[in-house]
């Protein structure tokens, strides 16, 4: 499964805002694997205002290790 950092590594150097398309050619572009790819095809088409928002909109914790309550602290 993608992690947060594994979709924010492949669209390091895209533009913001982003449309959907735009977020998969970039992730493509960087040679992402195909779990990114995946959670990134998955993605509703709107418009992107960062990386952090895409990797939420995909789905994607920030910290899946860490419980709610220490993500909060």
Do not use: C, H, T, W
Not at 13 to 26: G, M, N, W
Not at 46 to 70: F, H, K, M, T, W
């Amino acid at each position: 499964m993608a992690s947060y950092a594994d979709v924010l590594q492949y669209l390091s150097s895209l533009d913001y805002p982003a449309e959907k398309d735009d977020v998969i050619r970039e992730a493509e572009r960087e040679g992402a694997p195909p779990d990114v790819l995946k959670a990134l095809r998955a993605l509703p088409p709107v418009d992107y205002a960062n990386g952090n928002e895409v990797a939420r909109s995909a789905g994607i914790e920030a910290a899946p290790e860490l419980s709610a309550s220490q993500r909060a602290a």
